[in-house]
């Protein structure tokens, strides 16, 4: 137990516990199942727009973008790799 108290033991431990708590997942958690089942075009809303000098409004379709965690858009780049990725290969 004493060697544990040292600042080297701790270290190492706690260097060793961090890398293997990541250990056993290589790819993107799964999707929450309300997040799975939205289709990709999330909502589609009519708002009305006034033309310039018109008098009557017209319809337009606008395609309302809603940001979900984890799609493919909002990803990191690949150029950040995981330190501990050539283990994992």
């Known amino acids: 137990m004493a060697d544990l108290l040292r600042p080297r ?3 190492t431990l706690l260097i060793l516990a961090l890398a ?6 290589r790819g993107p958690l799964d ?3 309300e997040v799975a089942a939205r289709p990709k075009a999330v909502v589609v809303q009519k708002t009305t727009l006034t033309p310039v ?3 009557t409004p017209v319809a337009e379709d606008v395609k309302a973008v809603e940001y979900i965690p984890g799609t493919p858009g909002y ?3 690949e150029q ?5 990725d050539p ?3």
Do not use: H, W
């Not at 293997?20 to 997942?25: D, K, N």
């Open 9 to 11: 033991s701790a270290a």
């Open 20 to 25: 293997l708590s990541g250990c056993g997942r």
């Open 31 to 33: 999707y929450p199942p």
């Open 53 to 55: 000098g018109g008098k």
């Open 75 to 77: 990803r990191p780049p």
């Open 80 to 84: 950040y790799p995981f330190i501990l």
């Open 87 to 89: 283990l994992l290969d």
